[in-house]
């Protein structure tokens, strides 16, 4: 399956995106760690998630699905049955690590295989604190890659400082820490996303947060709450940047996800002069709500820091808005690229250089030099949802026709992905007038960004 991209004209649309992938993972599992039935809204239909969701069930969870996007998770207090045969976790890094966290406290072994890409990423980070705390996990792949055997067991808290900010890794550990005798910290060298720690929160488990380390304490039960997930805002980054890039596009992305710890892409854009506002409707447990953004002029910047972890799966369409933008864009201290679903600094960097960009490739990041033309090619997605939609957007704005082969990939996180770009390529997905347009925006607008008005 391929995608056939035409220039495209300025955009015009209001839309929303599915659920948050992150999100999503995280509702089934700590859901199935509650007492009691928890239905959860707007979950995303993408294979990553149904691949938690599918490991689950064979860990005895009862899962009903009664329809897209609705789900009931019975939670059973966090006791599972092993499995009768592997737990393939396809493409998915987060139904991996943070499964990890859950099984090394099973008294029971499970066996986690997972697809080409997947057997090739790096484990050693979640065997590490999961065998401080005593359990016992075995990597079967060369270089502690998959398949991932866990033998559980009674666990005891510990204090562990990451080597590299990682949300998985900081997941993996805080929920053995549920199991575990005693208090679990988790020390984090940078912020990385809280889905964990807030929905840990939602369902009665208060983490204690100190500066940059994380405990939670053991033997506590969850409650079963009821849960909707927003919007993802990594689904929404793909549009946000196909419209800020062109001068009179109008983009409204409505119920997406606004955590803190996710809009770094935000704020890029922002920087690159974007002309951009989000505005906080709902704050209790995951903050949702609206970005609009009109197009402009963009220009290069400089991404690196504590800012990467904030933003690390954005960066495939941060970079394509780069070489949109008028002068150069650097981006250092993102070597965790290099281990994603696929190498996507190098994938990257070949598909712009297919395009006509320049650019110099770092071992943590690179330097794409914009404003050059772009031009039609035909180009792989290296397997790499995101690479296929960032590369897509890419293709709105190029010269020629461009063809992004491999699509399937694109499931994993927005299946709709095809048909929202026709939506908006179709320019039925007018917006109505903004909030503050319609003067409605009144005490909803809890934030919004500095020099950005519409
Ligand atoms: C995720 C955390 C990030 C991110 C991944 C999803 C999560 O990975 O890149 O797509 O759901 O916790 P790391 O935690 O390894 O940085």
């Known amino acids: 399956m391929h995608f056939k991209i035409a220039k495209s004209s300025t955009i015009a649309a209001e839309l929303t995106v599915p659920g948050d992938k992150s999100i999503s993972h995280r509702a089934i599992m700590l859901g199935a760690l509650t007492n009691g039935p928890c239905v959860i809204t707007n979950f995303l239909e993408g294979e990553d998630c149904l691949a938690t969701m599918a490991a689950m069930r064979k860990l005895g969870v009862r899962i009903e699905h009664p329809e897209a996007g609705a789900v009931v998770v019975h939670g059973a207090k966090g006791r599972f049955t092993q499995p009768a045969s592997d737990l393939n976790c396809g493409n998915s890094g987060t139904t991996v690590r943070l499964l990890s966290g859950i099984l090394a406290a099973q008294p029971f072994r499970t066996r986690m295989t997972g697809d080409a890409s997947l057997s090739q990423r790096p484990m ?7 065998t401080q705390m005593g359990a016992r996990l075995t990597a079967e792949g060369a270089r502690d890659t998959l398949p991932l055997i866990i033998d559980g067991g009674p666990l005891t808290g510990i204090r562990y400082e990451m080597p590299h900010a990682s949300a998985q890794v900081k997941s993996a550990v805080l929920l053995a820490g549920l199991f575990a005798s005693g208090k679990t910290t988790v020390v984090e060298p940078a912020p990385s996303r809280d889905h964990t720690e807030r929905m840990l929160e939602y369902f009665q488990v208060r983490p204690v947060r100190q500066g940059s380390a994380v405990s939670v304490y053991g033997g506590q039960t969850l409650e079963s709450r009821d849960f909707k997930v927003p919007g993802d805002i990594s689904s929404a980054a793909f549009w946000l940047v196909a419209a800020a890039a062109q001068r009179g596009s109008r983009l409204r992305i409505g119920n997406v996800g606004l955590n803190p710890t996710r809009t770094g892409v935000l704020a890029v854009l922002v920087r690159m002069g974007a002309r951009l506002r989000e505005i906080v409707e709902t704050a209790e447990g995951e903050p949702s709500g609206v970005i609009e953004i009109k197009g402009a002029t963009l220009h290069g910047t400089m991404i690196d820091g504590d800012e990467i972890p904030n933003l690390i799966d954005e960066i495939p369409a941060i970079a394509v808005a780069a070489a949109l933008a008028s002068g150069k864009t650097t981006i250092r201290g993102a070597s965790e690229l290099r281990v994603k679903e696929t190498d996507r600094i190098a994938a990257i960097a070949s598909n712009l250089r297919a395009m006509g960009v320049a650019v110099a490739e770092f071992d943590d990041g690179m330097e794409i030099t914009g404003g050059a033309r772009l031009h039609g090619a035909r180009l792989p997605s290296f397997g ?67 020099g950005t008005s519409l």
Not at 384 to 405: C, N, P
Not at 417 to 435: M, N, Y
């Open 124 to 130: 050693r980070r979640v065997i590490e604190p999961l």
């Open 384 to 450: 790499d949802h995101r690479i296929a939609m960032a590369f897509t957007i890419a293709g709105l704005f190029a010269d020629e026709e461009t063809i992004i082969e491999d699509v399937a990939c694109v499931a994993t996180s927005y299946p709709t992905f095809e048909e929202t770009l026709r939506l908006v390529r179709s320019g039925k997905a007018i917006p109505r007038k903004s909030a503050a347009e319609r003067g409605t925006v009144g005490a909803s607008v809890r934030r919004t960004r500095a």
